[in-house]
C-alpha cells in the first residue's frame, strides 16, 4: 500500500532544504578534509598521472624503484589529475572531491529512490541517510567508492527507465571507477534478472557496456598475480545501528511482499553481500549500507503512514486537521521517527568486544592515526614543509608508515620507496630501506637504534612524531611514469560518455514511478 504523492510545496522545497543543510554542513568539514587513508593513495596516483601526462598503466612512484601494475581504475585519478591541472592545488583538489562526490551520493540516492519508490520513501530515506555519519565518513575516505555508488543508483534508474546505452555506459564507467563495485553488480544483475522478468531484456543489453572495458580487464588479468586482496586497517570497527536494521527489517518486509516493485532493492542488498567475506566494515558500515539506508526509509515511512492514518481515523490531535503545506503529517511523523533514530543505541564492535552506546557519534577505525597524521594536524603541515626543504626532486622516500608518507609524497610529487594500498605487491622484491634517499620513522614506535647508527645515515631533523634521515649514498633512481594515452583524451572520452547518459536519461524524457 502506497500513499499519493503530497501535493505541497513541501514535496519540492523539503528535500532540497535537508540536502542543502547536510551539503554545507559538510563543506564546513573542509579543513580537517582529506580523511585518512584512501584520498593519500589516489593523490599520489593522479600526481603521477599528472607528470606522466595520462593515465598510466605502471606505477613508479609507489615501491620506488621497482613499482608495480596500477591496478585501480583511472577514473577518480583522471578527475583529480585534470583538476591539478588546471592549477587546482593538490591538497585543494581532494578536498574538493571529498565535499562533492559524498554530497552527490546522497543527492543521487534521494534521487533514485523517490523516481522508484514515490515521494514519500525518497524524503525518508533522505532524513534516514542523514543520520548515519559513519556512512559519510566511509564515502569522504573512499571517493571511488562514492562515485562507484552514484554510477551504480543511476544505472538501476536507467534499467527502470529502459534506457539500454545509459545503462550501458554506466556499466563501463563503474568498471573503470572501482575494484570491488562490478561483482556487486554482477551479483544484482543476476537477482535483478530472475525477479523483473519484465526488465530482463534493459538487464542483458545493459552488458553492451562491458565491451568497453576489455581494455582495461584484459590488463587485470594479465597482472592478476600482483593483486592480494586484505582487509588492512578498516575491520577494526564495526557497528551497528539496531533501530536503523529494525527499520529496515520492516522495510525488508514491506518489499517481499511486492518483489518485482523492489526487485532492484533486494537485488542490491544481495549483491553488496560481496563484500562480507573480507570487507565487513564496507559491508555493515561503508558501500554495503546503501540497501540497508533504503529499507530503512521504506520502514520508517510504513510506520510513520500507519500513524498519521491512525491519528487522523480518531483525530486524537489538533494537527490532523491542519492542511497547511508545511504541516504534512505523514512528513512530520517521519522526521520525529527518524530523531528518534539519531539517538538509538548503536552496538560498536571492536577489538574482539561489542559495546553499546547511545547515539550515532562515530569512533572510526583510523581515528587515531588521522589525529596524529591527517593533514588537519599542525606536527604533520611541519612534517611536509621540513621534508620540502631536505628533499631534493625526484628523491625516494620511505617511511615505517606508508600513509603517513604517503601525504607527504602526493603533496611534494615525490617517490616512496613504500606503498599505499599495499593489496598489490611491487614488479620484484627489493628492500625498501635501502633504496630512500630520505628515510621518515614516525613515532608510533621508539626509532630502531641500528636506524640511527647505520653507516651512511645521518640524522636532520626530530620533532614531536617523526625522526628525518638521509641517506644520500643510495644509487637509486625513478624511471619517469609513461601515460597510457594522453589525459586530455581520457577526459574527452569520459566528457562523452558522461553527456551521452545525461541526454539518455534527461533529454529523452523518464519513466517515473507514480506511487498511489
Not at 613508479?60 to 624503484?65: E, L
Not at 587546482?88 to 529512490?113: K, N, Y
Not at 580487464?217 to 551497528?240: D, G, K, T
Not at 554495503?288 to 491519528?311: E, F, Q, S, Y
Request: aromatic content about 10%.
Amino acid at each position: 500500500m502506497g500513499s499519493p504523492r503530497p501535493q505541497s510545496r513541501a514535496a519540492q522545497w523539503l528535500p532540497w532544504l535537508l540536502w542543502g543543510v547536510f551539503t554545507v554542513s559538510w563543506a564546513g568539514q573542509w579543513p580537517r578534509l582529506p580523511v585518512m587513508l584512501d584520498p593519500a593513495y589516489h593523490l599520489l596516483v593522479a600526481q603521477e598521472v599528472v607528470a606522466a601526462g595520462g593515465p598510466i598503466g605502471f606505477e613508479t612512484w609507489q615501491w620506488a624503484p621497482v613499482g608495480r601494475p596500477n591496478l585501480y581504475p583511472p577514473v577518480l585519478h583522471v578527475l583529480l589529475a585534470g583538476l591539478i591541472q588546471w592549477h587546482l592545488p593538490p591538497l585543494e583538489a581532494i578536498r574538493l572531491l571529498s565535499v562533492v562526490l559524498p554530497t552527490l551520493l546522497v543527492a543521487s540516492l534521494w534521487l533514485v529512490t523517490r523516481r522508484r519508490c514515490g515521494v514519500d520513501v525518497g524524503l525518508a530515506c533522505l532524513a534516514v541517510t542523514l543520520t548515519v555519519p559513519s556512512f559519510h565518513h566511509h564515502t569522504a575516505m573512499a571517493l571511488a567508492a562514492a562515485l562507484g555508488l552514484i554510477e551504480l543508483l543511476w544505472w538501476i534508474e536507467a534499467i527502470e527507465q529502459r534506457r539500454v546505452m545509459a545503462a550501458g555506459l554506466l556499466v563501463a564507467l563503474l568498471c573503470y571507477t572501482h575494484l570491488g563495485l562490478p561483482a556487486v553488480a554482477g551479483v544484482m544483475g543476476l537477482i535483478y534478472w530472475a525477479l523483473r522478468p519484465d526488465r530482463r531484456h534493459e538487464i542483458l543489453a545493459s552488458a553492451w557496456g562491458v565491451l568497453l572495458v576489455i581494455p582495461w580487464w584484459w590488463h587485470l588479468w594479465h597482472h592478476r598475480a600482483f593483486l592480494h586482496p586484505i582487509a588492512r586497517y578498516e575491520n577494526a570497527v564495526v557497528q551497528l545501528p539496531i533501530m536503523l536494521w529494525g527499520a529496515g527489517l520492516i522495510g525488508l518486509w514491506v518489499c517481499w511482499r511486492s518483489k518485482s516493485r523492489y526487485a532492484w532493492l533486494m537485488a542490491c542488498l544481495i549483491g553488496m553481500a560481496v563484500f562480507a567475506p573480507v570487507y565487513r566494515y564496507r559491508w555493515l558500515n561503508g558501500e554495503g549500507l546503501i540497501p540497508v539506508l533504503i529499507l530503512a526509509g521504506i520502514g520508517l515511512d510504513r510506520v510513520a503512514g500507519w500513524l498519521a492514518t491512525t491519528i487522523q481515523r480518531q483525530q486524537a490531535c489538533a494537527i490532523a486537521t491542519i492542511r497547511a503545506p508545511w504541516s504534512n503529517l505523514r512528513w512530520l511523523i517521519t522526521l520525529c521517527l527518524v530523531l528518534v533514530l539519531q539517538v538509538a543505541t548503536v552496538a560498536v564492535w571492536s577489538s574482539g568486544r561489542i559495546n553499546w552506546r547511545a547515539g550515532m557519534a562515530t569512533e572510526e577505525p583510523v581515528a587515531g592515526l588521522q589525529s596524529q597524521t591527517g593533514l588537519g594536524s599542525r606536527a604533520m603541515r611541519g612534517v611536509v614543509d621540513s621534508v620540502q626543504r631536505i628533499a631534493r626532486p625526484g628523491e625516494i622516500l620511505w617511511s615505517n608508515a606508508p600513509y603517513a608518507v604517503g601525504w607527504v609524497a602526493a603533496l611534494l610529487a615525490h617517490p616512496t620507496a613504500s606503498a599505499m594500498l599495499n593489496e598489490i605487491s611491487p614488479a620484484k622484491l627489493f628492500e625498501p630501506r635501502d633504496a630512500a634517499q630520505v628515510l621518515m620513522w614516525f613515532k608510533f614506535e621508539p626509532v630502531p637504534q641500528q636506524l640511527v647508527h647505520q653507516p651512511g645515515v645521518t640524522l636532520v631533523t626530530d620533532d614531536e612524531i617523526v625522526t628525518i634521515f638521509r641517506q644520500p649514498g643510495t644509487p637509486f633512481t625513478v624511471p619517469p611514469p609513461r601515460a597510457v594515452i594522453p589525459l586530455w583524451i581520457a577526459w574527452w572520452l569520459m566528457g562523452v560518455m558522461v553527456l551521452s547518459l545525461i541526454w539518455d536519461l534527461g533529454a529523452r524524457g523518464r519513466t517515473t514511478m507514480k506511487v498511489g
